[in-house]
């Protein structure tokens, strides 16, 4: 698929609810002092990949991560473009933890992120199965959503003279797992106003170059053919609403 490229604004526009929390990782950060990279034992990684503001990048293959893996992980091929495109998205003063990757795959994760300025970059000594033989929670991915009441393809429904609004995302995206619980509301809430689709650009690649999609998460609004709505970024629910009110 197309390299996608994020937006920045996103950080500007939640740093401030983020601010506690980021207090939190700062002295994770002071308590590693001058450990720009190292690995960890079990104890000191669990202490900082634990934070909900923690940033894992977990490198093992997709069928292993559903299976199990630490909650708030990112699971990415090494060496893609997508592993690019999260880690100019990550924060350089917090610290990240790397896990379940080939010690070959591990280390040249860890040099990218050293050359980008990275500060903390931290590996478990032991990887995923240390974590795991310790029974540590782990969250395995659930299957996506598939809304019942959908019986008409996307790609047909946009044509069609009710109102279509379509969110594209992606699983390791945390804004659009962020926005999900809104859009699975409006859709279950306001079904006889709008359809609702919930579109993975992963698995489905074909719309990145169809509606030139450059950031994620990405909301669309379309009715007789025609688009009435796009927009880039996070969407809390009223301002969804609000779209839906205007256009339908």
């Given at each position: 698929?197309?390299?996608?490229?994020?937006?920045?604004?996103?950080?500007?526009?939640?740093?401030?609810?983020?601010?506690?929390?980021?207090?939190?990782?700062?002295?994770?950060?002071a308590a590693c002092k001058n450990n720009t990279a190292g690995k960890l034992n079990l104890e000191a990684f669990n202490q900082i990949a634990s934070n909900n503001n923690a940033q894992i990048i977990d490198l093992r293959p997709q069928a292993e991560f559903d299976s199990g893996h630490i909650v708030n992980a990112a699971s990415f091929v090494p060496n893609?473009?997508?592993?690019?495109?999260?880690?100019?998205?990550?924060?350089?003063?917090?610290?990240?933890?790397?896990?379940?990757?080939?010690?070959?795959?591990?280390?040249?994760?860890?040099?990218?992120?050293?050359?980008?300025?990275?500060?903390?970059?931290n590996e478990l000594n032991g990887g995923m199965p240390a974590?795991?033989?310790?029974?540590?929670?782990?969250?395995?991915?659930?299957?996506?959503?598939?809304?019942?009441?959908?019986?008409?393809?996307?790609?047909?429904?946009?044509?069609?003279?009710k109102l279509v609004m379509v969110d594209f995302n992606a699983t390791?995206?945390?804004?659009?797992?962020?926005?999900?619980?809104?859009?699975?509301?409006?859709?279950?809430?306001?079904?006889?106003?709008v359809i609702v689709y919930s579109i993975d650009v992963d698995k489905f690649p074909q719309y990145n170059e169809k509606y030139q999609i450059k950031g994620?998460?990405?909301?669309?609004?379309f009715k007789n053919g025609k688009t009435l709505h796009r927009s880039e970024g996070y969407l809390d629910e009223s301002k969804i609403n609000q779209l839906i009110d205007k256009n339908k």
């Open positions: 698929m197309n390299q996608i490229n994020f937006t920045y604004n996103l950080k500007t526009n939640t740093f401030a609810s983020m601010f506690k929390p980021l207090l939190i990782l700062v002295l994770l950060l893609s473009p997508e592993l690019d495109a999260y880690i100019d998205m990550l924060y350089k003063d917090v610290p990240v933890c790397v896990i379940g990757g080939s010690a070959e795959e591990n280390t040249k994760l860890i040099e990218k992120l050293k050359s980008k300025g990275f500060k903390n970059i974590w795991i033989n310790a029974k540590l929670p782990v969250q395995k991915t659930l299957p996506k959503k598939i809304y019942p009441n959908d019986t008409i393809s996307f790609d047909d429904a946009i044509n069609g003279d390791w995206c945390k804004p659009c797992k962020m926005m999900q619980p809104s859009i699975d509301r409006v859709h279950d809430e306001r079904s006889s106003e994620i998460p990405l909301v669309m609004l």
